[in-house]
């Protein structure tokens, strides 16, 4: 069965990576030098591509243990950053109802 608190904390831990300093600055460095040097797809080897990897191998987990459907784990692992990065682009958007949780 799926652990809620455990999917509260990666997601919670997703949003202040996602959000920290170091990272927004190596993303904006990223971007700036994206077409003027190899640093760009350098950062974005060490950075995301090992993040969505990691994070593909975890819905691997969560599909073979029949928690999620059996679907391809990059999909499940795109909607999953999907719905957490939504709450960066609408942080004003309304709570969810905590009394379920």
Do not use: C
Not at 38 to 44: A, D, F, N, R
Not at 69 to 86: K, M, N, S
Request: positive net charge; aromatic residues 6%; glycine residues 8%.
């Amino acid at each position: 069965m799926l652990d809620v608190q455990e999917n509260r904390s990666f997601g919670e831990g997703y949003l202040r990576l996602a959000t920290s300093t170091d990272v927004l600055a190596i993303a904006r460095t990223a971007v700036a030098e994206a077409t003027n040097s190899k640093l760009g797809p350098e950062l974005y080897e060490r950075g995301p591509r090992t993040g969505w990897k990691g994070l593909t191998t975890y819905m691997t987990g969560l599909r073979e243990r029949k928690i999620i459907r059996p679907v391809d784990p990059r999909v499940a692992a795109a909607h999953l950053t999907g719905l957490l990065d939504a709450r960066l682009s609408h942080p004003f958007s309304s709570e969810p109802n905590r009394s379920s949780t």
